[in-house]
Each structure stands twice: as C-alpha cells, then as structure tokens.
C-alpha cells in the first residue's frame, strides 16, 4: 500500500471521470488528488459526459472543485494534458488548443525515464463499435449507466453486510462472450497500431478495465475509470509505471482521516506494476514528454 506521503511521480494518467454521470467519483478523485504530486498529470479522455449532459443536465459542487484543483496543479509544477475522448468528442474543434498552459489534444506521446516512448490516448478511435455505429454505442452508454444504478444498490446491501466493494457491473461485463471478445478485438487493435508507430506501448482508458501487461513486447497499459474502478496509472520517480486503486474498502494506512468529499476510510492501494526501468535516458539526461499528433 503507497502512503500519501509517498506519493510523488513523474507523470499520472486519469481517464474516463464522466462528469455529468450522478455515478462519477469525484470525491474519491479529489483525494486522491490531494496527496499526488507529479511533474505530467494526463486526463486521458471522457472527463466531461457530453452525452449524459445533453440528455439531462446533472451538475456539482464538487466537479468545480475538481476543475479548480486541476487548474491549480497546472498553475504550480504540474504540466496538464487534456486528451478527448468520444463522450467529449464536442471538444474536437477546438484541437490542438492551449488554455493558458493545459494542453488540449486528440494524441500524445509521453517519453519515459528510459527514453522509451509511449503513445496516449483514449483509444475509442480503436473500438469498432463507436467507429461504425454511434447510435448502437450511445445507446449502450444509457444501458451501462442503468447497470451502474444497479450496481450502487448491490454495493449498498454489500456494505450493510460486512462485504467490501464488488463491481457488480464488471461481473455482467465480463459474464458475455461478445463483452471478452470485444475488449480482446480493441486491445490488439491498439498494440498493432502501436508497433506499427514504433512505440515502446500505449497507455489508454475507454473501456473501464484497468491493466498493464506486456504483448509481444509492447506494454498494453490502460489506466481504467472513476467511475467503477477509481484507478490512476503512474510513472513513479524510478521509472516503473504501476496502477493505484483507490476505494473506501482499502483502509488507509498513513494516519490520515477522510477528507470533506470522501466520508469513509480511504485507501490507496498498488494494485499492478511493470518495470524496472533506467534512471536517465540516453545521454544521462532526464527525457521530457512529448506532444504529437500521429495520424
């Protein structure tokens, strides 16, 4: 388990927040936060809902709260790069833009501490669902948002039990043979797309399924959502890239209690890892990330 103290990296990647979903975790994402420093934060797409909001307007205090606490890392030490994603596709016309300093792209290219590079991006222009049939996909985005509902309520009975958080909607996922495959299809569509680029790996959100693990020698990293999962993907100083979990089943171990947006314990767990890797790049100098466009 990482302490708050602790946690200090060269770049964080968030995806999938949906602002404008009642199911978003902003609270949980505030603290975490909160205790985060890095030189890189990356908001790898899907940060606004645009289609939940055009159905029904749904807005918080605490997603102000949010985007001021963005703006204030970006206004200190912390780069921020805001990438789109299909539920925030309206923000295309406005690609590449800079507000103030936050960059806003449809792509990056993020260099490691080793030198290697790794392309970043929501990875819906990899789902053959979104590509060919938008009104299938949104529909689905209204099913999935009812299970998500279902899901709470699961989770409120668990509790009252004893039990800790389970993703009632990951299970029904996972249960359908078309829901492996088509998460199967969208990750080898990315790898191959990143070897062809000549990339060390990818780094991705869209489908809510955090991961990192290695396909024939490209590092598939996907940094999954806040809004069942409530995990971030790191580069930590010593160059190894991990997820952290972040939920209120996870008892928080350095002593620190719950934040205003978070009434329960809180809990930051490493949950995967992949490295280890070099302290310098080529030339004994620290690489710095990129922005690019590759298509």
Known sequence: ????????YRAVWISDVHLGSRHAQVGKLLEFLRDVECERLYIVGDFLDGWLLRRKWYWNDDYNVLIQKLL???RKETKVIFLIGNHDEFLEKFCPI????VRLVERAVHVGLDGKRYLVLHGHQFDGLTAHNRLLDRFGSVLYDQILTLNTAVNKVRRRMGFGYWSFASYL?????????Y????EHSLIQFTQKKKMAGVICGHIHRPEIRTVDGTLYMNCGDWVENCTALVERLDG??????CHEDHVHSAGRGPGPHDPGDRGLRDVAAAGPRSDRGPGGREPQPELAFLL
């Open 1 to 8: 388990m990482e302490l708050a103290c602790d946690m200090k």
């Open 72 to 74: 204030r890392k970006n």
């Open 98 to 101: 800079g507000f103030g300093s």
């Open 173 to 181: 996922k996972m249960q359908a043979k078309a829901a492996v495959k």
């Open 183 to 186: 998460v199967s299809d969208y």
């Open 240 to 245: 190894k890239f991990s997820l952290i979990k």
